[in-house]
């Protein structure tokens, strides 16, 4: 059973462009929650999806950041006009129950550099 | 004040050696406590997860929990370099509350 899928692993933008991050949860799993860890600082919760549905996004930037699971495919955040603090590790983590905590496998991550 | 607080280290001892890690919290709503193990470069892995106070044994690593100090903490038994790593701690509330509050995670070096 593959884990949590996440691509690219690593990403390089410039400041004003666009950074697309991917997920694909564990095989079973509809449950996916994403999460950033800043340079010094604990992992912050940013959302949680099921497909199709956004269910809490209270964690994430009011502006330029915004994510979805579609019907079919990983799920997907997105971070538009980048900017230098937008810099750090982003954890993508997938359940089977929102219900069963000790159930949330994290993905490698994916490191985002904005130059 | 935080809601969770770790010590990030960074932490060296000597192969063999006992640890102990350690967080404190103070949201008193925090139920589920799980400790986290982070190897460089890599995703978190579960190593322990803790229900409500008491303690947790899984082989050389023993978790306790104080809910009435709000304290909580990692025992690694016989430490290996393979330990080396950042260890975080996590807590939530449970139930329908999925979200993980995560400590800033402390960096462990077990030196051979």
């Known amino acids: 059973n593959a884990g949590v899928m996440q691509n690219p692993r690593h990403l390089v933008r410039r400041r004003g462009q666009e950074a697309r991050l991917r997920c694909s949860p564990m095989?079973?799993?509809?449950?996916v929650y994403w999460y950033r860890q800043l340079p010094e600082e604990g992992l912050k919760f940013m959302v949680y999806?099921?497909?199709?549905?956004?269910?809490?996004e209270s964690g994430m930037p009011k502006e330029r950041f915004s994510a979805e699971f579609p019907k079919e495919g990983p799920s997907i955040l997105r971070i538009q006009q980048v900017v230098r603090g937008d810099s750090a590790a982003y954890f993508c983590?997938?359940?089977?129950?929102?219900?069963?905590?000790?159930?949330?496998?994290f993905g490698p991550g994916t490191r985002l550099t904005v130059l | 004040q935080k809601e969770v607080e770790q010590d990030p280290g960074p932490l060296s001892v000597p192969e063999g050696a006992i640890v102990s890690l350690n967080c404190t919290y103070s949201?008193?709503?925090?139920?589920?406590f799980m400790w986290y193990r982070q190897y460089s470069r890599k995703g978190p892995e579960l190593l322990m997860y803790?229900?409500?106070?008491g303690n947790k044994e899984d082989g050389r690593f023993t978790a306790q929990v104080d809910k009435s100090s709000k304290y909580i903490s990692l025992f690694i038994r016989d430490s290996q370099p393979s330990d080396s790593a950042t260890y975080l701690c996590?807590?939530?509330?449970?139930?329908?509350?999925?979200?993980?509050?995560f400590g800033k995670g402390t960096l462990l070096t077990v030196n051979p």
């Open positions: 983590a997938s359940s089977p129950s929102p219900s069963l905590i000790d159930t949330q496998y």
């Open positions: 095989k079973g799993h509809s449950h």
């Open positions: 999806l099921q497909k199709e549905n956004i269910i809490d």
């Open positions: 949201n008193s709503a925090f139920q589920y």
């Open positions: 803790t229900y409500s106070s």
């Open positions: 996590a807590m939530s509330a449970g139930g329908s509350n999925y979200k993980l509050t």
